[in-house]
């Protein structure tokens, strides 16, 4: 089964999404959107990004634990991944993000 894009809306009426993969686990979320079409615009703008080596930063968090975002050209942050166990678990992760960042949106709005 493909990855795919999981977009949703909260409670307060803003939407999110997570890029998953075949098997249903998030390797990627978005920011907070308070339109819907700006949430669809992002995810556009993932799968056009996601694809691109250099549009992912390799981060370390403060205690150590290996993450990464992905950026659009402007720079400005797509999706955050989580947090992972080793340096080469988040490289896995990227490698998932490249090989789902196609996927079709599943809207749970």
């Known amino acids: 089964m493909a990855g795919y894009y999981e977009l949703t809306q909260n409670d307060s009426g803003k939407y999110h999404f997570n890029l998953k993969a075949g098997n249903h686990e998030k390797i990627l979320s ?3 959107y308070t339109t819907k079409s700006g949430a669809e615009n992002g995810i556009e703008s993932c799968r056009k990004n996601t694809q ?6 390799r981060k370390v968090a403060k205690d150590d634990s290996p993450y990464f975002v992905l950026k659009a050209g402007n720079g400005e942050i ?3 991944s989580e947090m992972y166990s080793s340096a080469s ?8 993000c490249k090989t ?3 996927g079709p949106t599943k809207d749970k709005t």
């Open 30 to 32: 978005s920011q907070v």
């Open 52 to 57: 691109e080596d250099a549009r992912y930063e």
């Open 78 to 80: 797509i999706g955050t």
């Open 89 to 96: 678990a988040r490289d896995n992760g990227i490698e998932s």
């Open 100 to 102: 789902n960042g196609k």
